[in-house]
């Protein structure tokens, strides 16, 4: 015999908060569809409430602009392994790999880079992201931390260049590339940028 289910105080509060939490997902997940297909400039508020199947009103009483929007929608967490955890001489490969996968199993990448190519609020993103994350990554491992900057940025020519080859531009050569193959290719040059002296 199955008990009926006894609802407390806490359920009938937690009712609206869930209610509330799926249209922010819902939003979110339409608007990362559509940052990604049509870019910042042509994804509209009122394409992205649709495709969430709900009033654009919703949209902005939760993000307040689409540019709110924008920055909610491609939050990333990049998680780079922390370089302590790693040989020194790993550092390299080790990017690429995470790279790789992130770049393979989340369209929030490619739609900010996209977007990011053409639209101030995008780029600004992308440099927000590099900053925070990768940044603190040549800080612990370059010979000198004050070349920390320029050093990340060299890794970074790396890691969107293969980024908007491969996953935006889809060049055939960069597509058929193996993963094995880039990472052979292109750990030694990010090892280098991060941790071989100065030329």
């Avoid at 392994?81 to 996968?101: Q, T, Y």
């Avoid at 900010?112 to 995008?122: D, H, K, S």
């Avoid at 004050?146 to 970074?156: F, N, S, V, Y």
């Avoid at 055939?172 to 990472?183: D, F, G, K, S, Y």
Wanted: glycine share 6%; proline share 8%; aromatic share 6%.
């Amino acid at each position: 015999m199955r008990w009926p289910r006894i609802v407390g105080v806490n359920d009938v509060n937690d009712t609206p908060r869930r209610r509330s939490d799926a249209t922010r997902d819902a939003i979110l997940t339409a608007a990362r569809e559509r940052f990604a297909a049509d870019g910042y400039e042509r994804a509209t508020i009122r394409a992205i409430a649709k495709d969430a199947q709900i009033d654009p009103s919703m949209v902005m009483r939760y993000y307040g602009n689409k540019e709110g929007l924008f920055a909610a929608a491609v939050s990333v967490d990049l998680g780079l392994p922390e370089p302590a955890s790693l040989p020194r001489d790993d550092i390299g490969r080790a990017l690429v790999a995470r790279f790789l996968d992130l770049w393979e199993e989340n369209e929030v990448l490619t739609a900010l880079l996209r977007v990011g190519a053409t639209n101030q609020a995008g780029a600004e993103r992308m440099q927000g992201i590099f900053r925070e994350q990768v940044m603190p990554v040549a800080v612990r491992v370059c010979p000198d931390p004050e070349q920390a900057p320029a050093r990340a940025a060299l890794a970074a020519t790396q890691l969107l260049g293969l980024a908007l080859t491969r996953y935006v531009l889809h060049l055939p050569p960069t597509v058929a590339l193996a993963r094995e193959e880039i990472l052979a290719w292109l750990a030694p040059t990010i090892q280098r940028y991060l941790t071989a002296p100065s030329p």
